[in-house]
């Protein structure tokens, strides 16, 4: 009994050694040239909990990849986006995604290649990002008995049940005069219950597909500059010093039918997005604002139902003498 007793302890510190995190990812395969790219993953972990997910990307394997963090929006939920000003200087772009936890342990997805086309026109063998939308909702809506979804006879409504399982979005930005508008998203999201993407609620239950209101809340956002090195006069000993600034305040995301236009985040410039389902994202080119260089920001968010909105902000600064990258995020209730 005494050695089965230290089996049993010697197993259980082996599998508490062994636990990473999980991270289920459907990959995203194919972007438009220009457009920022929304990245989405579900990262879990059986024995604690998950302190950061990144996301990891560059326009070839062998050059060191842009970092970026990604946000969570809860249930495991994580957001990230790659900038449309780095999506398409070639044919291919290639991410990956690690996750750590509050132990230290991390796991990393393999590099994941995507393909990048022409805004003008893709290929007649790629189907576009509406075309793969149409195709994931005709798979996922079953074919129901007019009669019997209308409940005759028993005045009963028996709503088809639609299969969420499995969601990434595309987002589409239109860059024009330095200011991105998104046109559009392709959206194929995680378990979650049933909506039409028509924006109408479902009569038969299901999430709330948000089609109008205002959404307050407040948000974070932070620049840090890239480190540098300096030399003290008195020990001359190199110290690595970085530079990091943040703000914070109150933000509103506004939706109207499918436009999303969000307010407050950087002054009164307002980035501009369509809706499609309960996600949404949106970049664009913005000035100096404060302390706060010039910069192309992206931001990537969903609705919780109808009572509450997350998003994620990243983007990097446009101007050459103050390098550096912004993260922050955002959280709001129905108001």
């Known amino acids: 009994m005494r050695f089965l007793g230290a089996g049993l302890a010697l197993v259980m510190l ?24 929304g990245i989405r993953a579900t990262v879990t972990d059986a024995s604690v909990r998950v302190s950061s997910v990144a996301l990891y990307y560059a326009i070839s394997k062998g050059s060191t990849p842009f970092r970026s963090e990604m946000t969570s929006s809860g249930a495991g939920q994580w957001f990230g986006t790659i900038p449309g000003h780095l999506v398409g200087p070639g044919e291919q772009l290639f991410y990956y995604l690690q996750a750590e936890n509050a132990d230290g342990e991390t796991s990393e997805t393999g590099w994941q ?20 939308a149409t195709q994931k909702q005709a798979t ?8 019997a979804q209308r409940g005759v006879g028993t ?34 999201s995680d378990s979650g219950g049933g909506h039409h993407s028509g924006g109408n609620t479902p009569s038969g239950g299901g999430s ?10 407040s948000y974070n956002l932070c620049f840090e500059a890239p480190s540098a090195t300096t030399t003290t006069s008195t020990t001359n000993s190199t110290v ?23 307010v407050g ?51 990097t600064s446009s101007e050459a003498s103050r390098p550096g990258a912004f993260s922050g995020s955002f959280s709001g209730t129905r108001r």
């Open 155 to 188: 005045g009963t409504s028996h709503e088809p049940k639609i299969d969420n399982s499995k969601k990434y979005w595309i987002a589409a930005g239109i860059i024009a005069g330095g200011a991105v508008a998104v046109g559009g998203a392709l959206a194929l």
């Open 113 to 132: 290649t995507v393909r990048v086309l022409a805004a003008t026109a893709a290929p007649a063998v790629t189907p576009s990002a509406a075309d793969l």
């Open 140 to 147: 996922a809506l079953p074919k129901v008995d007019p009669s």
């Open 265 to 315: 985040i950087w002054g009164s410039e307002v980035l501009t997005g369509t809706l499609s389902g309960n996600v949404f994202s949106a970049a664009k080119s913005v000035p100096e604002s404060g302390s706060f260089p010039s910069a192309y920001l992206s931001v990537s968010g969903s609705f919780s139902g109808s009572s509450s909105c997350s998003m994620s902000i990243s983007g």
């Open 240 to 262: 690595a010093t970085s530079s990091s600034d943040c703000r914070n305040g109150n933000a509103n995301v506004y939706v109207d039918g499918s436009s999303v236009e969000i």
């Open 208 to 217: 709330t597909t948000v089609t109008n209101g205002n959404f307050g809340g």
């Open 14 to 37: 082996c599998a508490q050694a062994w636990a990473v995190p999980r991270i289920q990812h459907e990959p995203v395969t194919v972007a438009q040239k220009g457009r920022a790219l």
